[in-house]
């Protein structure tokens, strides 16, 4: 079983990584649990934008893979482990897995964000039967079909057009007036013309009985509710942080984010966090590596010499 670690870092994706490489790099022993699926939210991204080195875009299943890749050879223990919560012990941290608990001496929580639910009728049944998150694995199979994606950011925009690339049409579901996403993605949103945006329309209800039929929208230009016929749904609605293991002992704001001081510090003292599951996060894959690395400094350096 696992023994004790300087640093133990929870979260197997770009920021948990880069967390574990650098801790490692500094001569800590290093833990990463990466959870089920190492990677996180960029491993089934086709191409990364805006990542510093890949002008052409990386894709994240390459990308992720290398950088665990990085951290195995410079000496950090990589495992498919969950945390599930943390206690104090000993002046350090008491790190409980699905597989039995590790004593660190600090802690870096990189456990990141999974997607938000829309919370309307039809979502729970028809999960997996074309609702999806992920345009580049479900995008193939639905050549030819109109889809809709709910939201209007970076996600749901990349996505969109991820999708366009082999849908005949793919509707953009709004709830705002105007996109919010990155302005490269609204321009060649715009200029996509597979790409139909709908603003100030909400989803009342995703509809069909064995697989998406079709959803029901509210719009500004119908009192009443309409149905449009799409074959699969992708809501991109923003990010719910993976804050649980760790929300007892740090402070998180009202999403539930963990909140850090400047130097990736949180309330509790050890305990360092990186990447999308921090308030204010950047949201950028960019930042979530660098903050990884930061938070790795900062753990060497609480831990002195
Ligand atoms: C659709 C989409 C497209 C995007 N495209 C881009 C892009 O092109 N360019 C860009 O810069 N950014 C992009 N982003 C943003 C980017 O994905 C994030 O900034 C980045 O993934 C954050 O990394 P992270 O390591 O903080 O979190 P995550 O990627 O969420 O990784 C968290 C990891 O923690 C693990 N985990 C969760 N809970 C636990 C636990 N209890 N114990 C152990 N491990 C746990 C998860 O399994 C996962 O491996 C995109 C995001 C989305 C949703």
Request: charged fraction near 20%.
């Amino acid at each position: 079983m696992l023994d004790g670690y300087d640093i133990v870092v929870a979260g197997g994706g770009v920021a948990g990584l880069t967390a574990g490489l650098t801790a490692a790099r500094l001569g800590r022993s290093a833990l990463v649990l990466t959870g089920v699926v190492p990677g996180g939210l960029l491993l089934t991204i086709d191409r990364v934008d805006g990542f510093p080195g890949f002008p052409e875009g990386i894709a994240g299943y390459e990308l992720c893979p290398s950088l665990q890749e990085q951290a195995d050879a410079a000496g950090a223990e990589v495992v498919a482990l969950e945390l599930t919560s943390v206690a104090e012990r000993n002046g350090g941290w008491q790190v409980t897995t699905d597989e039995g608990d590790v004593d660190a001496l600090a802690l870096i929580v990189a456990t990141g964000a999974r997607f938000r639910r829309l919370g309307v009728p039809g979502e729970d049944r028809l999960l997996g039967h074309g609702i999806s998150t992920c345009a580049s694995c479900d995008g193939p199979l639905l050549g030819g079909a109109t889809v809709a994606v709910v939201g209007g950011g970076d996600s749901a925009l990349q996505e969109a057009l991820t999708l366009a690339e082999t849908a005949a049409k793919v509707i953009v579901l709004h709830r705002g007036e105007g996109l919010d996403g990155q302005a490269s993605y609204r321009l060649r949103v715009e200029a996509q013309p597979a790409i139909e945006i709908r603003y100030g329309t909400l989803v009342e209800e995703i509809l069909g009985a064995e697989r998406v039929e079709g959803v029901r929208v509210r719009g500004p230009a119908t009192e009443s509710a309409t149905e449009l016929e799409v074959a699969a749904v992708f809501p991109f609605v923003g990010l719910q942080p993976n804050s649980e293991p760790v929300s007892e002992h740090v402070g998180v704001d009202d999403r539930g984010a963990v909140r850090t001081n400047g130097g990736l510090a949180t309330s509790a003292d050890g305990i360092f966090a990186a990447g999308v599951v921090r308030s204010r996060a950047a949201g950028r894959a960019a930042a979530a590596t660098g903050e990884g690395a930061a938070a790795a400094i900062a753990a060497d350096e609480y831990l002195g010499r």
